[in-house]
C-alpha cells in the first residue's frame, strides 16, 4: 500500500465522521445524554488521530501522482493550506473535548456553554473539512469545480436607425 492510498483511505473519515458526530452530539444535547457526549467526545479524538495521518499522507502522495500526471500546483497547495487548518482548527477543538472528558473523570459537570463550544466547533470543522476535500477532489477531478460561463456575444446595444 503506498501513501497515495494511505491518503484517499483516510482523508474520508474525518469529513463523513465530522457530520456524523455533528448529528450525534446534538442528540447528545437535546436529551442531554452523558454517555452519549462522552462517546462522542472519544469518537471525534479517534478522528483527530485518523485525520493527522490523512495530512501527513497528502505530501507522499503528491509526490507520487506528480510523477504521473501534471497537476495544479495552485490548487494543491490551497488544498494543502485548507488541510492544515482544518488540522489545527480540530487540534484546538480536541483540547477542548480533552478538557471535558478530563472534567468528566474528576466528577465536574460538564457546563452547557462548553457542549455548545463543543457542537458548533464539530459542525464548523465538519463544513471546513467539506471545503478542503473540495479542493483535493479538483486535484484530479477539474470537473467537479465551479464552471465559468462562456461570455456571451454582447450586441450593439444602439438601436438600428430608420432611413427614409
Not at 474520508?12 to 447528545?28: D, K, R
Not at 488544498?79 to 477543538?93: G, K, N, Y
Amino acid at each position: 500500500m503506498n501513501a497515495a492510498q494511505v491518503h484517499l483511505m483516510t482523508v474520508h473519515v474525518p469529513i463523513v465522521g465530522c457530520w456524523g458526530l455533528s448529528i450525534l452530539f446534538l442528540l447528545a444535547w437535546i436529551f442531554r445524554d452523558e454517555r452519549l457526549f462522552k462517546i462522542c467526545c472519544w469518537l471525534l479524538l479517534t478522528i483527530l488521530l485518523i485525520a493527522t495521518v490523512a495530512y501527513f499522507s497528502g505530501p507522499l502522495a503528491y509526490e507520487l501522482l506528480e510523477q504521473q500526471v501534471k497537476l495544479n500546483t495552485e490548487t494543491v497547495e490551497f488544498h494543502a493550506v485548507l488541510a492544515r487548518s482544518c488540522l489545527l482548527a480540530m487540534v484546538v477543538l480536541a483540547m477542548v473535548v480533552g478538557n471535558a472528558l478530563v472534567q468528566g473523570f474528576q466528577g465536574e459537570k460538564i457546563p452547557r456553554w462548553q457542549r455548545a463550544i463543543i457542537l458548533t466547533g464539530t459542525i464548523a470543522i465538519a463544513v471546513f473539512w467539506s471545503a478542503a476535500a473540495h479542493w483535493g477532489g479538483l486535484i484530479r477531478h477539474p470537473e467537479i469545480g465551479f464552471s465559468k460561463p462562456e461570455p456571451a456575444a454582447i450586441s450593439d446595444p444602439t438601436p438600428p436607425m430608420n432611413q427614409p
